[in-house]
């Protein structure tokens, strides 16, 4: 007799479904408890323990010790390799064989010398198939290695997830036999989940709710897990409900497998290595299985580790590429933050990873892959459009602590006018896992309904590692298109940007950066990292340009093409988001000095090779070769040495003072003391006779003046900024009853994310930090510098010293500081109360510079407490204005009429030791009159991270100097000279320019090099079609407009013999 209809109580019902398919009740007698069948133990296990991560080879030759299931073993970054034997009994065949294995820390599985799967209870993945379907012929016996690291997903933090690693942890085996693995059970449960999601996210008060709880619930009636013969019927009643299609109106989402995996940051990156391993050789035992399975992969730093360590994975990469199913994106060296790196580096991002993916896979990326970084530069879309690239991809936005972001998908425009179409996946995830709450949550995040209809679902456990897993993709193709819920396909982020971009009409635009209301700590923390990366994107800058003018001027000299692409390499990783932001564990940070050293010691050397080239073949003694690496003339004073180690102060007119100014390099040899007709030369010229040396001298009250004729500074006894007085026209930038150069300590005690946020609030603790009276003493005594230092006791464990310096000439007066800095969570700054009146500041990014508002009149105003900014910021209103330069630092604000600049931060996580220690950074202030762009702020925050360089060279020198380049527009930079990537063979330079001041400009090159040929060309330096230009007179006319990148593509006559 058949059932009778009863009433169905809503939660005794739904509970009833998962209890059914629960791991922790009822399993004795439930649908989960029969997921596996028979087991058996391992037949032998054996183990060793290594600190080193040694290759398969070296590893399997090591001694084995016995090991058995409740082993522990460590510590935090060793690795212990497993030997599994296995005999697979004969009454098995027929079954799919797992070896389920259950361990603490990260596990990869290697068969036959080849890695095939990676283990990760945190990632799911605890069975390896050893045979979908034991035949009579298949061997029964066969041994395993099990390559386990000791470490989790997400490093080893103590406590948390991002304290510091515990040294001393230890790790367990906990499972490790072989079993029969039952997939009839496993569609069954896969289904049954599904409906209970469909019943949970569709609530009560829809129909197709009712019909999805009502279907699971019957399917328990007719399902015994008992007796397998009751699963088709079962399984037919969930066909019946998933085979009801949706309408044509559907929105549909793109399913793509994705793993993003950290380049470094709770891991060194030595570990990277093994996880994309680990990951990666995961997806591909997917996509053999499931042919519709498409696989993103983003940072071809990783994929060349990977390439190196693991050939044989690495071959197979290739292939599914050739398939469609593993897909390059992101077009970079790695994912980069998306703040701090100059404009060269984020260009570099992408040559050198545009460039290994064509190598490497045949294409270039089309879009643009960052879901993690810490906002974005309102310059990436140009220098996207110029790397080839239409699209980006992100979803960090959707952290912003204060204000919602309007958009998902949307048009992205930049600094310059480029656009971008831009895709936020609505799920605010890269890490999803395919259930219904999660594509429920994709349709009603949406905020551009109406606009699109098409979304990204980005699935797989991501951070650490690990990718999908099958029961993701058998959750997904289950859902592909079923009446209640949107369309499911597996896609790839081509095929969703291009529906995105067939129906992009309605879509709205974005103008300027994206700012994440989050993590704006990372300006600031492990301040070595940030001056290291500063200083290194500064020496590549030289080595390349000192490198292209000895090409140039040499038939001997070979350009380093082999060493600056690792040096570069080396910067474009350490500038990866969780690295030169300083979110990373001592570990990492440890790694990243190092790398700066690296770049600092080979870049040197090239340096003086260049320089060694440059003199080669010219009359004269040994001496100095000053080069002035930027595009302008520059009179300076350098401190050059002498015999005995001592230093003496020169004031160098710029190489090529009377000819064009330009990229120059001149003989100094015989500079060992100031001289009196540069100085006076200068002086005649940029200051009136009578203050040009003229001494600081020290009041009765033991303040300090210092006066170049340009600018005059007075200090009070404890070092604190007075006045300010731009002496032409005696106007005061210091605010009246203030003083600037004020050291303040703030409380920081962000409310998790240590290293990566500074929260608002930290700004109600702010607390003078006040100086000494009687501390303030001169330091030099005046002609070419004038000086004077001081010592302030920040805290009982904390001190500063300080050299104020103004030298002839010169429109801003220097701040050398030394800090040492032993605190905890503290946040040391310096503050400047400017006489200037302006709703908002300006701060440099790359290729340019953007305002941000001086004022708290909106969420979005105040959400902006603390920004990033490159070299300078300034302040003005009409007719005056206050800059404030730097040499290595990136956080600041204006609030109201005051500069602030972040110097130190003192955070405890994930590196305990962070910051602690000695620093040492300059910072400069700079009155002017008229606009910024006018009074030359942008030039002196170039000098002052570019001084001109004075290169010993061991033979003769040129007698006389020259100039490589000028420009006609102080509105136009040249950022970059450097060899062009393609054309080693035919001796041909990329110059890279961008327009500065936000105008419309044409300008005019002059070169003296011997250049045959000049052609435009984009960011990848393809040419222009149609951009040959006329050489005339040795000069080149180019057209900019408001922050425009041109590069260009300079062909070099051969040289003579």
């Known amino acids: 007799m058949a059932a009778v209809p009863v009433l169905k109580h809503w939660r005794t019902t739904l509970e009833r479904v998962e209890k059914f398919v629960s791991p922790l009740y009822f399993t004795d007698c439930n649908l989960r408890g029969r997921l596996f069948g028979d087991s058996c133990p391992v037949t032998a296990l054996s183990s060793f323990l290594t600190p080193e991560r040694l290759p398969y080879q070296e590893a399997v030759q090591q001694d084995f010790s016995p090991a058995q299931v409740g082993d522990s073993f460590g510590p935090t970054w060793w690795t212990c390799w497993f030997r599994v034997e296995l005999t697979i009994p004969e009454t098995w065949v027929g079954q ?23 283990l990760t209870k945190e990632g799911e993945k605890t069975s390896y198939v050893l045979t979908d379907k034991l035949k009579e012929g298949d061997p029964r016996s066969l041994t395993l290695y099990v ?94 409900f998933f085979g009801q299609r949706g309408g044509e109106s559907q929105h549909t989402i793109h399913a793509t497998g994705h793993c993003h995996i950290d380049t470094a940051w709770l891991w060194p990156f030595k570990e990277t290595v093994r996880k994309c391993a680990r990951s990666w050789v995961t997806a591909v035992q997917l996509m053999e299985k499931n042919p519709k399975f498409i696989f993103s ?82 310059q990436l879309p140009q220098i996207m459009r110029g790397c080839g690239i239409k699209y980006f991809l992100t979803q960090k936005l959707s952290w912003n602590l204060v204000n919602s972001f ?37 349709v009603a995040n949406n905020r551009d309904k109406g606009r699109t209809n098409h979304s990204a679902f980005l699935f797989g456990f991501g951070d650490g590692g690990g990718g999908p897993t099958q029961t993701m993709l058998d959750r997904l193709k289950r859902l592909s298109n079923t009446d209640g819920l949107p369309r499911v396909q597996l896609s790839s982020p081509g095929q969703l940007f291009l529906a995105l971009e067939s129906d992009s009409g309605q879509l709205c635009t974005w103008v300027g950066e994206l700012f994440l209301e989050l993590h704006n700590g990372t300006y600031t923390t492990h301040a070595q990292i940030k001056k290291g990366n500063r200083e290194c994107e500064r020496i590549l800058h030289d080595v390349e340009l000192l490198s292209s003018l000895a090409l140039a001027r040499s038939a001997q000299f070979l350009y380093p093409t082999a060493q600056l692409q690792h040096l570069w390499r080396l910067l474009l990783l350490n500038q990866f988001h969780d690295v030169v932001t300083g979110s990373c564990i001592q570990l990492v940070a440890e790694d990243a000095m190092c790398h700066y050293k690296d770049i600092r010691s080979y870049g040197n050397a090239l340096l003086s090779a260049a320089a060694t080239a440059l003199c080669a073949g010219e009359p004269g003694p040994e001496g100095l070769l000053i080069v002035n690496t930027l595009p302008w003339k520059r009179t300076e004073v350098l401190a050059l040495p002498k015999p005995g180690g001592a230093h003496s102060l020169v004031l160098i007119p710029s190489p090529g003072d009377s000819a064009q100014p330009g990229l120059c390099s001149s003989s100094c040899p015989h500079l060992t003391a100031a001289s009196a007709a540069p100085a006076a030369c200068v002086r005649s010229a940029r200051a009136p006779t009578d203050s040009a040396s003229r001494s600081p001298p020290t009041k009765t009250d033991g303040s300090v003046t210092l006066d170049n004729g340009i600018i005059r500074v007075r200090l009070d006894p404890t070092g604190c900024l007075t006045s300010l007085v731009l002496v032409a026209s005696g106007r005061e930038a210091i605010a009246e009853g203030a003083v600037g150069n004020q050291f303040v300590l703030f409380d920081d005690v962000p409310l998790y994310w240590d290293a990566w946020d500074v929260m608002d609030y930290h700004l109600e603790t702010r607390k003078l930090i006040l100086g000494q009276a009687g501390t303030l003493a001169v330091g ?23 050299e104020v310096v103004l030298d002839i000439g010169c429109p801003y007066v220097r701040f050398h500081t030394e800090v040492h800095w032993h605190e905890a969570h503290k946040f040391l700054k310096v503050e400047f109360p400017a006489r200037v009146r302006s709703p908002q500041a300006t701060y440099e990014i790359q290729f340019g510079h953007l305002q941000r508002p001086t004022h708290y009149n909106t969420s979005w105003d105040w959400a902006r407490f603390e920004v990033w900014a490159h070299r300078w910021m300034d302040l003005s ?61 942008i030039r002196a925050a170039y000098s002052l991270n570019f001084p001109l360089l004075a290169l010993p060279v061991p033979g003769p020198a040129p007698a006389t100097s020259w100039s490589a380049f000028s420009l006609s527009s102080p509105a136009v930079v040249l950022e970059t000279i450097k060899q062009a990537e393609k054309s080693p063979q035919s001796r041909a330079l990329v110059l890279r320019l961008y327009e500065a001041h936000g105008s419309h400009v044409d300008c005019w090159l002059h070169t003296s090099l011997p250049v045959q040929e000049a052609i435009l060309c984009d960011l990848l330096e393809r040419r222009d079609p149609a951009g040959h230009l006329p050489l005339q007179d040795a000069r080149l006319k180019l057209t900019f407009s408001p922050f425009q990148v041109r590069s260009l593509l300079l062909v070099l006559q051969p040289p003579p013999n």
């Open 96 to 118: 799919e064989v797992h070896l389920c294995w259950e361990s603490d820390g990260e596990g990869l599985v290697w068969r036959d010398g080849e890695p095939v799967q990676g």
């Open 147 to 240: 390559e386990v690291a000791c470490n989790g997903l997400l490093g080893a933090g103590k406590g948390s997830m991002i304290a510091a690693p515990d040294p001393e942890k230890m790790f367990q085996l906990t499972r490790a036999e072989l079993a029969v693995f039952h997939q009839d059970v496993h569609r069954l449960l896969v289904d049954l989940e599904l409906l209970l999601g469909i019943a949970k996210g569709l609530g009560k008060d829809n129909q197709r709710s009712f019909q999805a709880l009502y279907t699971a619930n019957q399917m328990v009636n007719v399902c015994d897990p008992a007796q397998p013969d009751t699963f088709p019927l079962a399984q037919a009643l969930a066909s019946k």
């Open 297 to 378: 992969c983003s940072q071809a730093q990783q994929l060349e580790w990977v390439k190196s360590h693991y050939p044989g994975l690495y071959a197979r990469l290739q292939d599914f590429a050739g398939r469609g199913q593993f897909v390059p994106v992101g077009a970079t060296w790695v994912e980069m933050d998306g703040n701090l790196p100059s404009g060269e580096a984020m260009v570099r991002q992408f040559l050198q990873g545009q460039n290994f993916f064509l190598q490497e896979f045949g294409n270039l990326c089309s879009e643009f892959w960052l879901p993690d970084t810490f906002g974005y530069s309102a």
């Open 406 to 442: 309007p958009h998902h998908t949307f048009f992205w425009e930049g600094l310059d006018g480029s656009r971008v179409l831009v895709h936020f996946p609505p799920g605010d995830s890269y890490g999803m896992q395919g259930s219904v709450e999660e594509v429920l949550r994709t």
């Open 780 to 802: 030099t005594e005046g002609g070419l510098r004038g000086s004077a230092w001081f010592l302030l006791q920040i805290s009982p464990n904390s001190r500063l010293s300080q």
């Open 877 to 937: 209103e009409h007719g005056f204005g206050l800059a404030l330069l730097n040499d290595c630092k990136y956080g600041a604000s204006v609030r109201g009429s005051v500069l602030s600049l972040s110097l130190l931060r003192a955070t405890k996580a994930p590196d305990v030791t962070a910051d602690m220690g000695r620093h040492e950074f300059t910072y400069a202030l700079m009155p002017h009159e008229g606009s910024f762009q006018d009074a030359g702020v």
